[in-house]
């Protein structure tokens, strides 16, 4: 069983690639979009910005809790690279005022999307902090595409099970 999980992680390894996991060797001003691309992979969301530019999101689960996105400015060079799953970007939410545009250009898109019938909205979920200290940000947003409540909590699930009992 060892010599599969150890089989196991080589292979994603090797699939990975050099990918980076965040992009920190990337230099601002300097890397180029491609640059980028080449060393941490296609992005999962590309957002465009007024008068040139983009914006490239990496989300880095199920394991990894974290969302980085890389600015690229009209001149095909990085402009910065970011952790966006941060207390401080949560305190930018503003319930009633936020819109769906401004969650998905803050945290890049979201790993679980749900839609709640009876109450008309759709709840977005990003798993963020460290494994060791698991939270889900839980983003509910309205049919005319407010923000309508956002909560960060405990992700239990997310925990190695602890107490008494066998659980192999």
């Known amino acids: 069983m060892?010599?599969?999980?150890v089989a196991t992680f080589l292979a994603a390894c090797l699939v990975s690639g050099c990918a980076s996991y965040?992009?920190?060797?990337?230099?601002?001003?300097?890397?180029?979009a491609g640059e980028v691309e080449t060393l941490m992979g296609k992005p999962a969301e590309r957002i465009e910005k007024p008068g040139g530019?983009?914006?490239?999101?990496?989300?880095?689960?199920?394991?990894?809790?974290?969302?980085?996105?890389?600015?690229?400015?009209a001149n095909g060079k990085v402009q910065a690279v970011e952790q966006r799953l941060t207390d401080a970007n949560i305190?930018?939410?503003v319930l009633?005022?936020?819109?769906?545009g401004e969650v998905r250009e803050l945290f890049g898109p979201p790993a679980v999307t749900t839609h709640?019938?009876?109450?008309?909205?759709?709840?977005?979920?990003?798993?963020?902090?460290?494994?060791?200290?698991?939270?889900?940000?839980?983003?509910?947003?309205s049919s005319d595409d407010i923000?309508?409540?956002?909560?960060?909590?405990?992700?239990y699930a997310a925990e190695p099970p602890s107490g008494p009992g066998d659980f192999e």
């Open 2 to 5: 060892k010599t599969l999980c």
């Open 22 to 32: 965040s992009g920190s060797s990337l230099v601002a001003g300097k890397s180029t």
């Open 53 to 73: 530019g983009s914006v490239l999101y990496y989300p880095r689960g199920p394991f990894g809790r974290e969302t980085y996105a890389v600015s690229i400015g």
């Open 91 to 93: 305190g930018k939410l």
């Open 96 to 100: 009633g005022t936020t819109t769906a």
């Open 116 to 141: 709640l019938r009876r109450l008309q909205r759709e709840v977005w979920e990003y798993p963020m902090d460290t494994v060791a200290n698991p939270y889900v940000l839980y983003v509910q947003i």
């Open 147 to 155: 923000v309508r409540e956002a909560f960060k909590i405990k992700d």
